[in-house]
T-cell receptor, first 108, second 130 residues
Framework: EIVMTQSPGTLSVSPGERATLSCRAS??????LAWYQQKPGQAPRLLIY???TRATGIPARFSGSGSGTEFTLTISRLQSEDFAVYYC??????????FGGGTKVEIK | EVQLLESGGGLVQPGGSLRLSCEAS????????MSWVRQAPGKGLEWVSG?????????????YYADSVKGRFTISRDNAKNSLYLQMNSLRAEDTAVYYC??????????????????WGQGTLVIFSS
């Protein structure tokens, strides 16, 4: 099973600042990596797939990068609606499909 | 608009059973693989099970499970009813979670499971009661 590790667990950022979230896989997942955003009481929403391709309707301030075992989600200028929990997920080698433990982005 | 609507959650006793349903609309349901993903209270996301779509004249339905539920849960689909199901037996306290139905975000060759999801349903809560 591929273990996905996200860091940090919580990120405190001021509105307008940049947020950088990390995701590491226990073995290579190539570019088969997705990012999701989840707000309290809501279902997750797809942000990024293929490690760097934004899903339909996702603002350009969200960008993904990386391949192999190291991945990054960057939110260039945080807006109030971006404060949420973010999960990475690999779909390269399964079952099982596996998620990281999440990074909570909170208001500083 | 693609919509996924789960139902069937509720209180369950030790060793009990529950059947979750997910009614889909707004897309060609039979062509897409589908999954169930769960989230325990205050915890992260855990993929539970997935099922392939239908390809050609076949009914599809290749199934996959997480080890934590294998032998206890059964995923199925009824393409005529645009519905996905999760039959959960021998339920345990650690099965307490919100269960989300999720659609594969893209079509794949032979309707196989690709494994990244868009959209997700709103979830249905399964609570273990001792």
């Amino acid at each position: 099973e591929i273990v996905m590790t996200q860091s940090p667990g919580t990120l405190s950022v001021s509105p307008g600042e940049r947020a950088t979230l990390s995701c590491r896989a226990s073995q290579s997942v190539s570019s088969n990596l997705a990012w999701y955003q989840q707000k309290p009481g809501q279902a997750p929403r797809l942000l990024i797939y293929g490690a760097s391709t934004r899903a339909t309707g996702i603002p350009a301030r969200f960008s993904g990068s990386g391949s192999g075992t190291e991945f990054t989600l960057t939110i260039s200028r945080l807006q109030s609606e971006d404060f949420a929990v973010y999960y990475c997920q690999q779909y390269n080698d399964w079952p099982p499909l596996t998620f990281g433990g999440g990074t909570k982005v909170e208001i500083k | 608009e693609v919509q996924l609507l789960e139902s069937g959650g509720g209180l369950v006793q030790p060793g009990g059973s529950l059947r979750l349903s997910c009614e889909a609309s707004g897309f060609s349901f039979s062509s897409y693989a589908m999954s169930w993903v769960r989230q325990a209270p205050g915890k992260g996301l855990e993929w539970v099970s997935g099922i392939s779509g239908s390809y050609g004249s076949g009914s599809g339905g290749v199934t996959y499970y997480a080890d934590s539920v294998k032998g206890r849960f059964t995923i199925s689909r009824d393409n005529a009813k645009n519905s996905l199901y999760l039959q959960m037996n021998s339920l345990r306290a650690e099965d307490t979670a919100v269960y989300y139905c999720a659609k594969d975000a893209t079509l794949s060759t032979k309707a196989r499971l690709v494994g990244w999801f868009d959209p997700w349903g709103q979830g249905t809560l399964v609570i273990f009661s001792s």
